[in-house]
T-cell receptor, first 112, second 115 residues
């Protein structure tokens, strides 16, 4: 299972763009990159998933360089409600991301 | 989007009792469900993988006789914490997997407090 490394915490202010980078040096050919958001006392919520280049949805963008050894989650114009823990995970897309291994996650604090 | 419902959301019980937690996939069939445990300020730790119609696969260090898992249908998996003790107090979260290449979808967790 590919291990991921991400910053323990980040601070930002409302309205700013936040970029959280995740390192996954041992990512396998079939692995996809998935990001989840977790609020206190709630289960993780799926944000975005990608394999290579760039993926964008209504809440975030995911940038993946050609070597796929890292990825960056970009949150445009964050608000106070974006304060949460963000997890980066890699998993085999062909087997449906079996056995996800959660790392420490990045605790994002958005201030007024 | 895919919805996973977990019940109850919060339970308090006396030491020695057994507690059952349900995990349901509401709008898709889940061939595989996962059970996690999360202690305060820590990350999620996978406890077991549950496949419909077969025995669950437990992670190393997780007692299968302590944490009974049943996955009798494609939309329901249950976790029973047997003879619960205060050290079993934690936040238990399930997730469900539908089609391959799709991400896991998580329930909102169950806060278990053993007195």
């Amino acid at each position: 299972l590919a291990k991921t490394t991400q910053p323990i915490s980040m601070d930002s202010y409302e309205g700013q763009e936040v970029n959280i980078t995740c390192s996954h040096n041992n990512i396998a050919t079939n692995d996809y990159i998935t990001w989840y958001q977790q609020f206190p006392s709630q289960g993780p919520r799926f944000i975005i998933q990608g394999y290579k280049t760039k993926v964008t949805n209504e809440v975030a963008s995911l940038f993946i360089p050609a070597d796929r050894k890292s990825s960056t989650l970009s949150l445009p114009r964050v608000s106070l409600s974006d304060t949460a823990v963000y997890y980066c995970l890699v998993g085999d897309g062909q087997t449906g991301f079996q056995k996800l291994v959660f790392g420490t996650g990045t605790r994002l604090l958005v201030s007024p | 989007g895919a919805v996973v419902s977990q019940h109850p959301s919060w339970v308090i019980c006396k030491s020695g009792t057994s507690v059952k937690i349900e995990c349901r996939s509401l709008d898709f069939q889940a061939t595989t469900m996962f059970w996690y445990r999360q202690f305060p300020k820590q990350s999620l730790m996978l406890m077991a993988t549950s496949n419909e119609g077969s025995k669950a696969t437990y992670e190393q260090g997780v007692e299968k006789d302590k944490f009974l898992i049943n996955h009798a249908s494609l939309t329901l998996s249950t976790l029973t914490v047997t003879s619960a003790h205060p050290e079993d107090s934690s936040f238990y979260i399930c997730s469900a997997l539908g089609q391959a290449s799709q991400p896991q979808h998580f329930g909102d967790g169950t806060r278990l407090s053993i007195l």
